[in-house]
């Protein structure tokens, strides 16, 4: 698994991180609700230790329902206040500065029996790159921010950005980075956009997502390639095999074939992640609680 890293650039943002820290009341953490797990940064818990978190589980018009629903119980029953959003049409992002006040309702109780009524709730803002931050934080403050590049190498600012008299948020000072030394992580990365496909070759990801798929739902693969069934997996046979017979399948369908009668699978399995990605499928969590 080839996923670049930086670590130079990681440990700048780790110390910039716990450096800010101590200027917010809150911690914002956006996830990939269809990746859960995959989407967190790993270090986040020790990083952030003490400071209460609104986990923001972004992405939900993609992720399967009754799968986003349990993943908010569970940080739910972590100690975490949880929003679920779709940053991109915006629904879910106008509960935000309801849902920190709710997270803060103590804090605030106290600087009301102080007096400091006019103190501004500080969050920062935290999530792997490609998450929806951006999106999110411009739905959330009502407008376009102005960015600063955010990409290795280069230094961003930290920025503050208004949310209304009181709430501000704390954009990233950086990126953060996946765990992306195990494999399943990485192919979780790859199916949903957040790192570049050049991880793995397009066919080999194509056969572990058909995999997944024709396992966790196959009506979605037998809906959106018109199939009447789908191939038994042998026994013993493992991802790679199974979902190359998938993408076979899905191929044979569509009318994908090369000389000799054989299945383009690696058009096949291009066109999988093109329609996963884009929705096309349906909605699927890659994730599941139980597992
Ligand atoms: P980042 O700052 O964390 O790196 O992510 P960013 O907001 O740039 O979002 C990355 C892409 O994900 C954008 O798409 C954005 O529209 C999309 N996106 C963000 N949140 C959601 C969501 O909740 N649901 C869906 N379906 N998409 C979301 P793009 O193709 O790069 O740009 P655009 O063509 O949508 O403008």
Redo the contacts with the bound molecule.
Sequence with gaps: MNIQWYPGHMTKTRRMITEQLRNVDAVCE?LDARIPVSSRNPDVDELTAGKPRLVVL?????ADRPATDSWAAWFRAQGHAVLL?????G?GTAKFAAAVRELLADKLRAYAEKGQTGRVVRVMVL????????????RVAGRKTA?TE?RPGVTRSKQWVPIDRGLELLDTPG?LWPKFEDQSVGLNLAYTGAVKDDILDVETLGCHLMAYLGARYPNALLTGYRLSGLPEREEGENDIAYGYRLLEAAGRKRGFLISGGEVDTERMAKILLDEFRA?KLGRFTLEMLEE
């Excluded at 972004?58 to 993609?62: A, E, G, I, L, S």
């Excluded at 999530?127 to 411009?138: A, L």
Aim: with cysteine; glycine share 10%; proline share 4%.
């Design positions: 956006i972004n992405r939900v018009d993609q959003c779709d940053a991109k049409s629904a999530g792997i790159p490609n998450v929806g931050k951006s999106t999110f934080i411009n960015r955010d990126i929705g």
